[in-house]
């Protein structure tokens, strides 16, 4: 008989091994290094049939910076079974379980990385993140002038304290991208990865943009470019250009931030695909909403929201969001007019506060019902621009 638990480091050895079957992947020492490090970090759910471990998945706590707001969030990750265990419940009782922890817990948020969008819509997640893909021939990278200033390579114990106090200063990563604690740092840029470093120093020596990338002749990698000011973005502009010699092609990726690139380079003859990225989902209403930054209004602003979530019963209900001298209180309420209510599912409220779709499309595509106009002055009082994640796990 299966029973569902959270593991503790003596079960690491087998969560390993399910997560290297599952997902084919060599069982060296550096992986499982890499794979203690996150666990380590992370509450681990496990299903069991007697001793063996047949399905598990992973909920690494993050913070996450929603437009000056800072959010509990939860990184799902290693969702895998043994084949002969797949399609008997497993994951979904684990995920039914690792929800309900996380709602108890005042998390607002969750993120993940699909093997399958339809697939994880069961639980209540949505797409809301985009990646923009760019591959460049060496001879249409842009020619950038040297500005005042200075590009330097260094290692990754020069390289860290920089990249960490850049990267929490961009304005784009803060709507709804990670607060990097410096565990995850490290995980990222450093255990068991091969990357180069590069900083923009301006005249006076204040460090203003970072390079992490990695070359070979056949391709040069932006793995992650960030600037505070424009000298920096064209310094490390002309470091990427300076290998044009060196590789076939220059290719980066990042997230969508909802314009392109390709207009800054003179001859715009590039590969660039749009993809989608990763899916998130509100865990809990009452968390997230209750702190959201809204753009208040003037005097007393009243909206009735219904949320169906059927993998989080908590949320389901009719929600009365009330506005009034700059606060905001937000509690369940037994149904109001049905004319004054806004209905959706947990996906589509997601989408919508997290700033991935308007109201007006979601109306228009029926994944919002009620009155349009409600929809729109409740649309106005949300902060604008798409969400962006630079982060995967």
Same mark, same amino acid.
């Given at each position: 008989?299966?029973?569902?638990?959270?593991?503790?480091?003596?079960?690491?050895?087998?969560? !390993?091994? #399910?997560?290297?079957?599952?997902?084919?992947?060599?069982?060296? %020492? /550096?992986?499982?290094?890499?794979?203690?490090?996150?666990?380590?970090?992370? %509450?681990?759910?496990? $299903? !069991?049939?007697?001793?063996?471990?047949?399905?598990?998945?992973?909920?690494?706590?993050?913070?996450?910076?929603?437009?000056?707001?800072?959010?509990?969030?939860?990184? &799902?990750?290693?969702?895998? $079974?043994?084949? %002969?265990?797949?399609?008997?419940?497993? &994951?979904?009782?684990?995920?039914?379980?690792?929800?309900?922890?996380?709602?108890?817990?005042?998390?607002?948020?969750?993120?993940?990385?699909?093997? +399958?969008?339809?697939?994880?819509?069961?639980?209540?997640?949505?797409?809301?993140?985009?990646?923009?893909?760019?591959?460049?021939?060496?001879?249409?990278?842009?020619?950038?002038?040297?500005?005042?200033?200075?590009?330097?390579?260094?290692?990754? +114990?020069?390289?860290?304290?920089?990249?960490?106090?850049?990267?929490?200063?961009?304005? %784009?990563?803060?709507?709804?991208?990670?607060?990097?604690?410096?565990?995850?740092?490290?995980?990222?840029?450093?255990?068991?990865?091969?990357?180069?470093?590069?900083?923009?120093? =301006?005249?006076?020596?204040?460090?203003?943009?970072?390079?992490?990338?990695?070359?070979?002749?056949?391709?040069?990698? &932006?793995?992650?470019?960030?600037?505070?000011?424009? =000298?920096?973005?064209?310094?490390?502009?002309?470091?990427?250009?300076?290998?044009?010699? *060196?590789?076939?092609?220059?290719?980066?990726?990042?997230?969508?931030?909802?314009? /392109?690139?390709?207009?800054?380079?003179?001859?715009?003859?590039?590969?660039?695909?749009?993809?989608?990225?990763?899916?998130?989902?509100?865990? /809990?209403?009452?968390?997230?909403? $209750? *702190?959201?930054?809204?753009?208040?209004?003037?005097?007393?602003?009243?909206?009735?929201?219904?949320?169906?979530?059927?993998?989080?019963?908590?949320?389901?209900?009719?929600?009365?969001?009330?506005?009034?001298?700059?606060?905001?209180?937000?509690?369940?309420?037994?149904?109001?007019?049905?004319?004054?209510?806004?209905?959706?599912? &947990?996906?589509?409220?997601?989408?919508?506060?997290?700033?991935?779709? $308007?109201?007006?499309?979601?109306?228009?595509?029926?994944?919002?019902?009620?009155?349009?106009?409600?929809?729109?002055?409740?649309?106005?009082? #949300?902060?604008?621009?798409?969400?962006? #994640?630079? /982060?995967?796990?």
């Amino acid at each position: 008989m299966e029973n569902l638990r959270k593991m503790t480091a003596e079960d690491t050895q087998q969560m !390993f091994e #399910l997560a290297a079957y599952a997902f084919n992947s060599e069982t060296t %020492e /550096d992986r499982k290094k890499r794979f203690d490090w996150v666990t380590e970090h992370s %509450e681990c759910y496990g $299903s !069991f049939d007697g001793n063996q471990l047949t399905s598990q998945l992973l909920a690494t706590p993050f913070i996450t910076n929603f437009h000056g707001v800072e959010y509990k969030m939860a990184g &799902i990750g290693c969702v895998s $079974s043994y084949p %002969e265990y797949r399609g008997q419940g497993g &994951i979904t009782a684990l995920m039914k379980k690792m929800l309900a922890d996380l709602a108890e817990e005042k998390t607002a948020l969750s993120y993940l990385a699909p093997f +399958s969008y339809p697939f994880y819509r069961r639980y209540g997640y949505e797409q809301i993140f985009e990646q923009i893909e760019y591959t460049i021939e060496p001879r249409n990278w842009p020619n950038i002038r040297a500005v005042a200033g200075s590009v330097q390579r260094v290692d990754w +114990s020069q390289a860290k304290a920089t990249i960490q106090s850049i990267y929490s200063q961009v304005a %784009e990563v803060q709507r709804g991208g990670l607060k990097r604690e410096e565990w995850w740092q490290e995980y990222k840029f450093a255990l068991g990865k091969e990357h180069r470093f590069a900083i923009y120093k =301006n005249e006076e020596g204040q460090a203003e943009g970072y390079l992490v990338y990695q070359t070979n002749v056949e391709r040069f990698t &932006i793995v992650e470019w960030q600037s505070l000011s424009k =000298n920096g973005y064209s310094a490390l502009a002309r470091f990427v250009g300076s290998h044009n010699g *060196a590789t076939h092609q220059f290719y980066f990726k990042k997230g969508f931030a909802g314009e /392109d690139l390709s207009w800054l380079i003179p001859s715009p003859l590039l590969d660039m695909q749009l993809k989608p990225y990763m899916m998130g989902r509100i865990v /809990d209403v009452q968390t997230f909403l $209750s *702190a959201y930054p809204f753009h208040l209004p003037d005097g007393e602003k009243v909206f009735y929201l219904e949320v169906a979530d059927e993998f989080g019963p908590w949320n389901e209900g009719v929600w009365e969001l009330k506005m009034l001298d700059g606060k905001v209180a937000l509690s369940k309420t037994e149904t109001p007019d049905e004319e004054a209510v806004l209905k959706a599912s &947990i996906q589509t409220w997601t989408q919508l506060f997290m700033g991935y779709r $308007s109201g007006e499309t979601l109306h228009f595509h029926q994944q919002i019902f009620g009155k349009e106009e409600q929809l729109q002055e409740l649309a106005e009082l #949300l902060p604008t621009g798409k969400p962006i #994640l630079e /982060d995967y796990f």
